[in-house]
């Protein structure tokens, strides 16, 4: 006998998201614009939505707070 393609083709575990990286990965993003030259309280303040969105365009970022 032989072993079909159906069987080799199991599915595997997907890897989760663990709480521990989403929490580095979120104080990585705060640093990454408090680097960019915003306010550490102003960063405080933004959500996660907010603190994304402002990443997606660093060099506006980085101009707006330059001149302020």
């Given at each position: ?6 069987y ?29 030259g ?31």
């Amino acid at each position: 006998m032989r072993t079909r393609r159906k069987y080799l083709k199991t599915h595997l575990t997907r890897p989760r998201k663990s709480g521990a990286a989403k929490t580095r990965r979120r104080l990585e993003q705060r640093r990454r614009l408090v680097a960019l030259g915003m306010d550490e309280a102003t960063v405080n303040r933004l959500n996660t939505r907010e603190v994304l969105d402002k990443l997606k365009r660093p060099a506006k970022v980085a101009a707006e707070f330059a001149s302020a």
